[in-house]
């Protein structure tokens, strides 16, 4: 992706329901026991001339920032990477300790993309999903390759102590090691 890419808390003339029906299929996300309406969250955009082309919106829960859910639309350009940097630098200036996020079993490309930007798996929900599908019922029963969606995923990054010089080492995981400009 070539065109000059703006990462951005979302405003009011952002179409958060209209991206969030095309990525999700409907605004409400459930996840962990809870339902969110994503249209309502906070949340970062990913701007290149003219489009939406990525959206990650969270809630701050406690020390946490808890990401929600995250999208790029095209995959693999670095959007998705960017996204979650700007977030971690949300959670910075709140002075919060770590960033968080859930997945399920049956999404593998997600889990290596939390991986590869730094987070780590955290806890595992063994059968969460049929809970989340008495919320939202349109979860889909496949994932990746028809893997049956069962399970929760939770992963997170521990964000250093301002203090903590060693910190810097551990979050360069989420610089492009490309140095690509998206
Ligand atoms: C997951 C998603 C947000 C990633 O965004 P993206 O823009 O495609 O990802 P990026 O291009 O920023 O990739 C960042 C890094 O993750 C790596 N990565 C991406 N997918 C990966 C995978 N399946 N396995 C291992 N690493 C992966 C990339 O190689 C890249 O590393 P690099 O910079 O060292 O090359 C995007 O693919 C998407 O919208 N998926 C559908 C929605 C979804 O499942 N969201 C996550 C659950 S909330």
Not at 6 to 11: D, E, K, V, W
Not at 23 to 37: E, K, L
Not at 65 to 86: M, N, Q, T
């Amino acid at each position: 992706m070539r065109e000059p890419l703006t990462i951005r808390a979302a405003g009011v003339t952002d179409d958060m329901p209209g991206w969030a029906r095309r990525s999700w299929g409907d605004t409400v996300m459930a996840v962990q026991g809870r339902v969110y309406d994503l249209a309502r969250r906070p949340a970062l955009v990913a701007v290149a001339p003219g489009s939406l082309v990525g959206v990650l919106t969270y809630a701050v829960e406690g020390e946490a920032l808890e990401i929600i859910s995250c999208d790029a639309d095209p995959h693999g350009h670095g959007v998705g990477r960017r996204l979650v940097r700007a977030a971690v630098d949300v959670a910075r200036e709140r002075s919060l300790r770590r960033v968080r996020c859930t997945t399920t079993n049956g999404n593998l490309p997600a889990l290596g993309f939390w991986q590869a930007v730094g987070f780590t798996l955290s806890s595992l929900r063994p059968g969460a999903v049929a809970a989340a599908r008495q919320l939202k019922p349109a979860i889909p029963t496949q994932g990746h390759r028809g893997l049956p969606i069962r399970d929760e995923i939770d992963l997170e990054l521990v964000l250093p102590a301002p203090v903590d010089a060693g910190g810097a080492d551990r979050l360069r995981v989420l610089e492009d090691p490309a140095g690509r400009t998206v």
